[in-house]
């Protein structure tokens, strides 16, 4: 059994930002496997399926990025799913547009969402895609960067990352995440 979760903030205004950036990986990797994020509960959206005899859970938290954890928290009980069994992924204001660094464990690095999820599972022991959204440049207040939308060039980029990091889910679908980290990270 395995979870995989994006972070990001529900409603119109928000898709496509670079805080969403968890709910596009989570989109594609549902277009990728045919799971359908067709269920709502645990106050998040959510699709279940099967790939290879694995089931596999999807997840986008509605709970906004500041309370993400309640909605892991929630269908991890629900199901029963080990910490081990947890991918993350969200944006970083700390890599480059494009870079992706994947980790077992480690800090919520300032982030809210990770934050929220770190209180709410107890533990900064879960797996996690961090994905580059860069630092915003001439002053701009790191709210409005994180909620804007990226450039033209940077959204070529980054649809290309998008992809990448639905591929590395499926990966660790068939191998330990250690592997899958040595194999991604860039």
Known sequence: MKLIV?????????????HNIGFDVIEQLSENISIPLNQAK?????????VGGEKIFLLKPL?????????????MDYYEIDKEDLLVIYDDLDLPVGKIRLREKGSAG???????????IGSQEFNRIRVGVDRPKNGMPITDYVL?????????????VIKR??????????????????????
């Not at 994006?6 to 930002?17: A, I, Q, R, V, W």
């Not at 645990?42 to 099967?50: A, D, L, Q, S, T």
């Not at 990091?165 to 860039?186: G, L, S, T």
Request: with cysteine.
């Open 165 to 186: 990091c639905a591929d590395a889910c499926e990966a660790w679908f068939q191998k330990p995440f250690i592997q899958v980290m040595n194999e991604y990270n860039q």
């Open 110 to 120: 300032g982030h809210n969402g990770i934050k929220s999820t770190i209180q709410h």
């Open 6 to 18: 994006g972070l990001g903030n529900p409603g119109k205004p928000y898709e496509h930002t670079r």
């Open 42 to 50: 645990f106050k998040g959206i959510y699709g279940m399926g099967n």
């Open 148 to 160: 804007g939308r990226f450039s033209k060039d940077e959204q070529e980029v980054i649809n290309t």
């Open 63 to 75: 709970t906004y990025m500041n309370l993400s954890g309640e909605s892991i928290r929630a269908i």
